[in-house]
């Protein structure tokens, strides 16, 4: 399986690990999976390559699957306005930011 597992801490720091990870998942041929389960903090710089990876996975005909998004990745994703690239309800996506 072709799976990209998302750390629990997914913030600029690891930016360059995770497009290495996104890299070598775009040159295999199974479809991509990436597991957002253990997130706890994620910032802007990691879904904006998650966003590109989307994008271009699905443009080669290979849309990856997002398995088991962690409330903070559903809470970030629609402060993001990306919850519809992901497949993510935008009621499911943490509610009101302001609350």
Do not use: Y
């Not at 389960?37 to 996975?57: E, H, K, N, P, Y």
């Amino acid at each position: 399986m072709n799976t990209i597992a998302l750390a629990e801490r997914q913030t600029i720091e690891r930016a360059g690990e995770l497009k290495e990870d996104i890299l070598a998942a775009l040159d295999r041929p199974e479809p991509i999976r990436v597991d957002a389960s253990r997130v706890g903090q994620i910032d802007t710089s990691a879904m904006q390559l998650l966003a590109v990876l989307w994008r271009s996975a699905a443009h080669c005909g290979n849309p990856p699957s997002l398995d088991g998004p962690s409330p903070e990745f559903r809470r970030v994703a629609g402060l993001l306005g990306l919850d519809g690239l992901f497949g993510i309800r935008g009621r499911d996506a943490g509610g009101n930011p302001c609350d």
